[in-house]
Structures are given as C-alpha cells and as structure tokens.
C-alpha cells in the first residue's frame, strides 16, 4: 500500500508539472504550483523530483523503465537476448501515445526539457540489469550491469539525436513534425552492443551445460 500511494503521488505530481506546462509555459510553473495542483506540500514534491523539468518529463517516461525490462523478460527463451532487449526497447519507446503530439512539442522546443527527457535514460539501467540477469543466469552480475548501461548509453545517443532533428523541424506556427525515423536510430544505435550481448548469452549457455 504504501509503494502504491507513493507511485500515486508521484504520477500526481508529474501529471499536474505537464498540464501547468502545457498551460503556462514551462518558465511560468514554480514547484510550489505544482505542489499545490497535486495536493501536496513543496517539501513533498522535493522527496520525487529534484527539478521542475524532471517532473514534466516524467509524465512521458513514467513506469517505461519497467515496462522495458518486463519486456524482456517476456519474451520466449528461443529468442536471443540481442533481439530481447532491442525490440524490448525499440517497443517502448516508440508506442503510439509515447509521448503525444503536444508533449512532444513542448519538449523538443525547450531545451532544459531536451535534456531532462534525454536524461531519463539512465532509469532504465537497473530493471534492465535484472531483467539481463535473469535471462543469463549469471553468477557474475557485473556482466549484466555493464550490458544495460551500455543499452541505455546507447539509447541515450539515439534519443539526442532524433530529438535535436525534430527540434530543428519546429516551425514557428507551433508544429512539429518527429524528424527520422526513431525506431531506425534507436536500432542503429543499439546494432553495436549485439556481439556483447550474444557473446553473454553463449558464455551463459555454455556455464549451464559444463
């Protein structure tokens, strides 16, 4: 219960940051504002987020470090830990309402905002470590930690990129169109780590058969 009243007041928060963003620009919301749309006191909002960017980015990016490694741990054991954690990732973070046409604007104009989505990044490492883990069997769970971070370096590169691209593509009328394809940069990016990861997956499999 009170994990669940802690995500609740964290999708709160984060929900309120976005709308109060979308409705007065984000240079005209103060942590306090937020605070007070969610029902909370400042004191409150400082235990979930250290910036007012990171509670607006989190309304796009909430719980998508866990549907990531979910991801791969549900994919079937016959398919390669590469092709897991790729299409683990590539699925994520290219779901249709992720983020929506509004948000998208918001942050791909605003710099700080660029940053703070593109920072998010770093959220995924733990889950998908134990979510690789998992999948290796491993005793040694530096290899799987190594892994996701390189993952979500990797996710990181594509993500500065496809962001600054779009950004570029904003016109002053307020339009944005996603510039590239995202799930392309998002796969070139990650193609260097599959020799990693296939490599971790053979030593895996062959530990269990010795």
């Known amino acids: ?5 802690k995500r609740a007041t964290r999708e709160a928060l984060s929900a309120a940051a976005l709308r109060l963003a979308l409705e007065r620009g984000p240079d005209n919301v103060r942590v306090d504002d937020i605070a007070e749309a969610a029902g909370v006191s400042p004191r409150t909002y400082n235990n979930y987020f250290s910036s007012r960017e990171q509670a607006i980015v989190a309304a796009v990016t909430s719980e998508r470090e866990a549907r990531v490694a979910a ?6 054991a016959d398919v390669g830990l590469a092709d897991a954690v790729i299409e683990a990732i590539v699925g994520q973070y290219t779901a249709p309402d992720e ?9 791909t104009t605003r710099p700080a905002l660029r940053d703070a989505f593109v920072d998010s990044t770093t959220a995924i490492e733990h889950p998908l470590t134990d979510a690789i883990a998992e999948r290796l069997g491993d005793a040694d769970p530096r290899t799987a930690r190594v892994l996701a971070a390189s993952v979500a370096a990797a996710v990181r ?3 500065e990129q496809w962001l600054q691209a779009t950004a570029a593509s904003a016109t002053t009328g307020g339009l944005v169109v996603p ?3 995202l799930p392309d940069l998002l ?8 020799p990693a990861l296939d490599a971790a997956e053979q ?3 062959r530990r269990r058969h010795q």
């Open 187 to 194: 796969r070139t990016a990650l193609a260097p780590l599959t």
């Open 71 to 76: 991801a791969v741990a549900d994919r079937p």
């Open 99 to 107: 983020p929506g046409r509004d948000a998208l604007l918001l942050i």
């Open 203 to 205: 030593r895996a499999r």
């Open 157 to 159: 590169l594509a993500l």
């Open 179 to 181: 510039s590239g394809s």
């Open 1 to 5: 219960m009170r994990e669940q009243k």
